[in-house]
């Protein structure tokens, strides 16, 4: 009887091995999608660091312009990095050195794009790094301001300022935090670009000391104590 119903149902000398097994994929149709053959992998996606930040200085590179007003956002970085013993490495699109300060990271760039195209380089190393907007902060002049005067803002109008322009172009918006130093606006009528281009006065260099490390405090504390209480710490000083 037994070999009978063996013959009946195709079982006749059929092994374990024989008899098909399930799997995932045909438990669930959706595994077989993605385990598809063809079917594109994507990498997980990576995870922001909120303590990591992308400090970019403007200005445009070269020994002609190295002690210009429209070079304040290098001489800044310059500042950090000279009293904190680091050195500058060029590599894509401008150069670049960290500095890790009490479990913060802190990129520091200075493009080498030239003023007008510094938005290149900001979102390049913004994505490389995979820093967020929020944790951007844009060294720059402001002909606004009186000289050695701080605004730091977390948006805002690019003022007619061709390196913040280009940037908000780049990015899409002006909603990117920036550091403005002010360079005051001490010239004739007509005479702005050779202002902006010009080197500082003797006694421009001399006040220049204080509040270069004035602005290394505030650039630190940015990181460390957040744009809010920066922003009431050295805005207008």
């Known amino acids: 009887m037994i070999l009978l119903l063996r013959k009946i149902f195709g079982l006749n000398n059929r092994s374990k091995k024989d008899i098909p097994v399930q799997n995932d994929a045909d438990e669930n149709p959706s595994n077989s999608i993605k385990r598809g053959i063809g079917q594109k992998s994507f990498p997980p996606t990576r995870e922001i ?3 990591k930040f992308l400090i970019a200085g403007l200005g445009n590179i070269g020994p002609k312009y190295e002690n210009t007003r429209h070079n304040i956002g290098f001489k800044v ?3 950090i990095a000279k009293h904190e013993g680091l050195s500058w490495e060029t590599v894509k699109l401008g150069d670049i050195t960290t500095l890790k300060k009490k479990g913060r990271t802190f990129i520091m760039l200075k493009p080498s794009t030239y003023m007008n195209l510094s938005g290149k380089a900001v979102k390049y190393w913004m994505e490389k790094e995979n820093i967020s907007v929020e944790n951007l902060l844009v060294v720059t002049d402001d002909l606004n301001l009186s000289f050695g005067t701080f605004r730091i803002k977390t948006q805002g109008s ?6 913040l322009k280009d940037i908000q172009a780049t990015l899409g918006n002006g909603k990117y935090p920036r550091f403005r130093f002010g360079i005051s606006d001490e ?12 080197e500082w006065t003797a006694a421009e260099e001399s006040e220049l000391i204080e509040r270069l490390e004035k602005a290394k405090q505030a650039v630190e504390s940015y990181g460390l104590a957040g744009a809010n209480n ?7 000083k």
């Open 187 to 198: 010239f004739s009528k007509g005479r702005q670009v050779d202002y902006v281009l010009g």
């Open 49 to 51: 660091n909120m303590k």
């Open 77 to 79: 970085l310059d500042y």
């Open 230 to 236: 920066t922003m009431n710490a050295f805005n207008g």
């Open 158 to 163: 690019s003022g007619g300022h061709n390196g």
